[in-house]
């Protein structure tokens, strides 16, 4: 009896002890994936994401972007990282202010919000030059985006920089960063490159080499095949039959909310409604990650804009305005129909797929017996019977739909929220323009022939005036430039985006070229020039010029000043 109860506490001894050390073990922390979706630590998830660039934000607002973005129902944010931002000056780093990455990504987590860090390091998001530093241009024999090892040294440096700055914040290290990305689009431009199959595969190999986290690529179109390879645009539901990689999650990285904007055009807008059609009939399909591109937009501040032409708003008529304020119904209309799909998330992940055609337009998808998708992608209204059941299905619209109990869920085309009515009103009235005599030839460049206007000024001004002296009365001007204003001893003579034949009786020559953010869609950006190519008289080339960077105003930086100390100042 003794020796029995001896062997019963030794083996409640040998099971204690096995508990504590199960205990004890350290979570196993990875980031994989399936053929149905990302697996967090093993486990199927789905992931609904909002784009939101820390540039275009300040430190202040990141903290209610954040919450307003986690009381929606999405659970990840994504953001490229600005190599322009970082590196402006070759080998210097900046991570201060509204670049502080580190920063914004530990908020995100303390926000309970994963993380897609996208470092491209081309991002193209209508930013400056794409988010390449200018400086790239200047290294001999640089063919950026193709197979050149010039470019690829600069590349290399920059991402091993990066995710060494952010490896403790990886979530196999206890961080909120779940996937990363290298490139962006390149097989929208890949064509045009001699080497560009081999300098994607670069790309990626580099990247693994540089951690073994999980990385994506987007706009691939299946060219390489060892990371995953995603899908952006409005609708990418039909992406995912034709996807190349079938034993990958489908995955919707940039479902572009609205659109930038240009100067003097109108703010674009994409309703709710074809927003939550698009997501519903991507997750129908068998999608279980869509990321909105914005969800916030923010602002392009200072000179960041790309080009040309485009608003310093980045608004994006994203979930969230430029100000972080609710972008009312879109805003309420998503955060209903996050919440249908987050409360039926497990049986979207693991659920059997039961698809139906139930007449032309409309397919009906059931997952698990539990949820149902009825979707019409018709112009028109239609009226269905569906498992003994007549449904009004709106044209363009999903129904959701609880399969056991009939009940509709949820109606993408049916907006049950309130409308934003936003009124602009001016801080203050001007009643004088500020208004400054150029002083010409000061701080000047001379050279025989103009030069290209970004050599000159390195983009650090807008602004380049070519200055010379007139020996006849008729010249020819050849300008590739964004906006150009031409002058002769002061007076103005001819302005727009381009001139051709200037006759005058004046004696000096003064042109003010203008960029308007730099080129950021593209192939080969080391060949984008800008400014004054040349001016002829007759077959001759006017030669001996003087060049001079910026404006006055921003010298003194007058658009950052207090109207009563720039009048008592500058004036």
Same mark, same amino acid.
């Given at each position: ?310 608003? $310093?708003?980045?608004?994006?008529? !994203? *979930?969230?305005?430029?100000?972080? +304020?609710?972008? @009312?119904? /879109? ?87 309130? $409308?934003?009515?936003?009124?602009? !009103? *001016?801080?203050?009235?001007?009643? +004088?323009?500020? @208004?400054? /005599? ?134």
């Amino acid at each position: 009896m003794k020796s029995k109860q001896r062997k019963n506490n030794q083996s409640v001894l040998l099971l204690v002890i096995l508990l504590l050390l199960f205990v004890s073990l350290p979570e196993q922390r990875s980031v994989g994936y399936d053929h149905r979706s990302i697996l967090i630590n093993q486990k199927r998830e789905l992931l609904l994401v909002g784009h939101i660039h820390y540039p275009r934000s300040t430190p202040d607002m990141w903290p209610q972007l954040f919450q307003s973005t986690k009381e929606a129902g999405i659970n990840t944010i994504d953001t490229y990282v600005f190599w322009n931002e970082h590196e402006s000056v070759r080998g210097q780093y900046d991570f201060n202010g509204n670049r502080d990455l580190r920063h914004f990504i530990q908020l995100a987590q303390e926000h309970g919000l994963y993380v897609v860090l996208r470092i491209g390091p081309y991002v193209c998001a209508e930013y400056n030059y794409g988010g390449f530093p200018v400086w790239l241009r200047e290294i001999e024999g640089i063919d950026m985006r193709n197979y050149n090892q010039q470019f690829m040294t600069e590349m290399q440096k920059f991402v091993e920089y990066v995710v060494d700055l952010t490896r403790d914040l990886m979530h196999s290290q206890g961080g909120p960063i779940i996937l990363l990305q290298i490139e962006n689009e390149y097989g929208n431009v890949q064509r045009d490159y001699s080497h560009g199959q081999e300098y994607i595969e670069w790309a990626v190999d580099m990247a693994l080499n540089t951690t073994k986290e999980q990385w994506l690529v987007c706009q691939q179109f299946g060219t390489v095949s060892q990371v995953l390879d995603t899908c952006n645009g409005f609708y990418c539901d039909n992406w995912i039959e034709s996807r190349p990689y079938k034993h990958q999650p489908a995955m919707h990285v940039e479902h572009w909310t609205g659109w930038f904007m240009h100067w003097g055009e109108l703010r674009p807008q994409r309703p709710a409604e074809d927003i939550a059609f698009s997501v519903a009939r991507f997750i129908q399909k068998g999608g279980t990650y869509t990321g909105y591109y914005m969800w916030h937009g923010g602002t392009n501040f200072g000179r960041t804009s790309g080009g040309p032409g485009i608003t $310093t708003s980045y608004d994006y008529d !994203a *979930p969230l305005d430029e100000y972080g +304020s609710k972008n @009312e119904p /879109k805003y309420s209309h998503l955060k209903q129909l996050h919440k249908i799909l987050l409360a039926y998330k497990d049986v979207i992940l693991y659920g059997h797929i039961q698809k139906y055609q139930v007449q032309n337009h409309v397919q009906a998808v059931s997952y698990g017996s539990r949820l149902l998708f009825l979707s019409n992608d018709g112009l028109e209204d239609v009226h269905v019977a569906f498992q003994d059941k007549f449904y009004l299905i709106p044209r363009w619209s999903v129904l959701l739909i609880n399969q056991r109990t009939k009940k509709i869920l949820f109606d993408t085309a049916s907006v049950n929220a309130p $409308t934003t009515k936003r009124f602009y !009103a *001016p801080i203050a009235s001007v009643k +004088s323009a500020l @208004e400054f /005599k150029e002083p010409f030839g000061f701080n000047g460049i001379q050279s025989k022939l103009p030069l290209e206007q970004i050599q000159v000024t390195r983009d650090t001004t807008d602004y380049l005036w070519y200055i010379t002296n007139l020996t006849s009365s008729e010249v020819q001007i050849d300008y590739e430039g964004d906006y150009v204003t031409v002058y002769v001893d002061g007076i103005l003579q001819l302005q727009g985006t381009q001139v051709s034949t200037l006759v005058t009786k004046g004696k000096q020559l003064q042109i003010r070229s203008q960029t308007m953010g730099l080129i950021n869609f593209g192939s080969h950006f080391e060949r984008y020039t800008r400014g004054l190519k040349s001016v002829r008289t007759g077959n001759s080339a006017v030669e001996n010029w003087l060049m001079q960077s910026g404006l006055r105003g921003e010298h003194v930086q007058v658009m950052c000043l207090r109207r009563g100390m720039a009048e008592q100042e500058h004036i």
